[in-house]
């Protein structure tokens, strides 16, 4: 993100509208994955409640894993 948009809370809006879209049409959950190196955004999916789930790897792009976070949602 360009750095003059940052810190004005649109990720939070952006996680909560996909989040309030997923709930009304009954999904059951979401699912997203993260670079392991990239700290603040594990930090933001566990803010908001993500679990953790398991690290993933993709030999051909990097040595390091992906993070696999979901939230389940109350439908």
Known sequence: MHPKFQGEGYAQKLMAFAENYAKK??????RLDTFSENIRNQ????????????????????????????KVLDV
Request: aromatic letters at 32%; hydrophobic letters at 20%; proline letters at 6%.
């Open 25 to 30: 049409y009954n999904y059951n959950s979401i």
């Open 43 to 70: 930090n933001f999916y566990e803010q908001r409640n993500y679990t953790k789930l398991e690290a993933i790897y993709f030999p051909n792009q990097s040595e390091y894993p992906f993070y696999c976070y979901e």
